[in-house]
């Protein structure tokens, strides 16, 4: 059900709507646990129906205005300025020499003395 067509209906229609729509909730419920059921995706569409017709259902008792159907005003994006990127001094740059275990040590060694007396 579109969110369109649940806000034309009165606060009544709407619980009489998520009352229908949760019994065919337990419905698929059971069918889910006995094996028939053939459309899972239907569990998941009523679920968020049931969840869409109750906030139309709060908005409606609460009084809050129902959102406008003209779009929102777009706002102009600023055009971006290039940034002078700031020089970094050589000390900086220089990479920095993870330390090895003394297991993985020997274990470059060893292949280095194999690649030499190739």
Same mark, same amino acid.
């Given at each position: 059900m579109k969110a369109s067509d649940a806000r034309a209906m009165?606060?009544?229609?709407?619980?009489?709507?998520? !009352? =229908?729509?949760?019994?065919? *909730?337990?419905?698929?419920?059971?069918?889910?646990?006995?094996?028939?059921l053939e459309n899972t995706s239907r569990v998941r569409l009523i679920r968020r129906d049931i969840a869409r !017709? =109750?906030?139309?259902?709060? *908005?409606k008792r609460s009084g809050v205005p129902e959102p406008a159907a003209a779009p929102a005003p777009v706002a102009q994006a600023k055009p971006k300025v290039a940034k002078p990127k700031a020089a970094k001094p050589k000390a900086e740059v220089t990479k920095s020499k993870k330390p090895q275990s003394a297991k993985s040590?020997?274990?470059?060694?060893?292949k280095t003395a194999a690649a030499k007396s190739k």
């Amino acid at each position: 059900m579109k969110a369109s067509d649940a806000r034309a209906m009165t606060v009544d229609q709407l619980d009489d709507e998520v !009352l =229908k729509l949760k019994k065919e *909730q337990f419905n698929l419920r059971f069918q889910r646990a006995t094996g028939q059921l053939e459309n899972t995706s239907r569990v998941r569409l009523i679920r968020r129906d049931i969840a869409r !017709l =109750k906030t139309i259902a709060v *908005q409606k008792r609460s009084g809050v205005p129902e959102p406008a159907a003209a779009p929102a005003p777009v706002a102009q994006a600023k055009p971006k300025v290039a940034k002078p990127k700031a020089a970094k001094p050589k000390a900086e740059v220089t990479k920095s020499k993870k330390p090895q275990s003394a297991k993985s040590r020997k274990a470059g060694a060893k292949k280095t003395a194999a690649a030499k007396s190739k």
